[in-house]
């Protein structure tokens, strides 16, 4: 089985990489997308993620697999940073219900008409989307980085140069510096 493009005529854009077939719709064609993909065979949800897409929005990505044609079909969609939102998938494929949880809490993206939109991974009290680019980690300032060393630690036998302390990756210059 195919994929039913035409169903969707310009509303839908298929692309092929690396043999791979993408279909990418608008938001308020999410659901029916799910469901065509779904109709047209593939009926196993492999995985649904969000993708941080700074500065605008999310791209929020669904995995789907024919198992009698061994297929496989990408569906995006984008969704504005300023109100995440879109409809569960759960009434299409039940197996999306542990995917949007997780999407929800590690992006923001709100899936209305979830039956239990609740944190899954992270602990109780958990403030922020970690997933965002825009998250700092706070954790890295609080414990050193474990590739900075002091000068002369190390092995002075080995000859190897002493580094100078650098912040790692996604923390701003101005954390954890006094004065």
């Known amino acids: 089985?195919?994929?039913?493009?035409?169903?969707?005529?310009?509303?839908?854009?298929?692309?092929?990489?690396?043999?791979?077939?993408t279909a990418d719709v608008a938001a308020e064609d999410w659901?029916?997308?799910?469901?065509a993909?779904?109709?047209?065979?593939?009926a196993f949800l492999d995985w649904l993620t969000g993708v941080d897409d700074p500065p605008d929005g999310f791209c929020v990505v669904a995995h789907v697999y024919d198992p009698a044609a061994h297929a496989r079909l990408l569906l995006r969609t984008r969704v504005p940073r300023a109100d995440p939102r879109l409809p569960s998938a759960v009434g299409v494929f039940r197996g999306a219900n542990w995917h949007e949880r997780e999407t929800f809490e590690m992006f923001g993206v709100v899936f209305e008409g979830h039956p239990n939109l609740v944190p899954l991974?992270?602990?109780?009290?958990f403030e922020g989307f970690p997933l965002r680019k825009d998250f700092v980690l706070a954790s890295r300032v609080a414990k050193a980085w474990p590739g900075a060393k002091e000068p002369g630690e190390g092995r002075e036998s080995e000859g190897s140069p002493?580094?100078?302390?650098?912040l790692p990756p996604g923390v701003p210059a101005d954390w954890g510096r006094d004065g």
């Open 1 to 21: 089985m195919s994929f039913p493009a035409e169903r969707y005529g310009s509303r839908v854009r298929l692309s092929e990489s690396f043999g791979e077939t």
């Open 162 to 166: 002493s580094r100078r302390k650098t």
């Open 31 to 35: 659901l029916e997308l799910l469901t």
């Open 37 to 42: 993909a779904r109709d047209a065979g593939y």
């Open 121 to 125: 991974l992270l602990p109780e009290g």
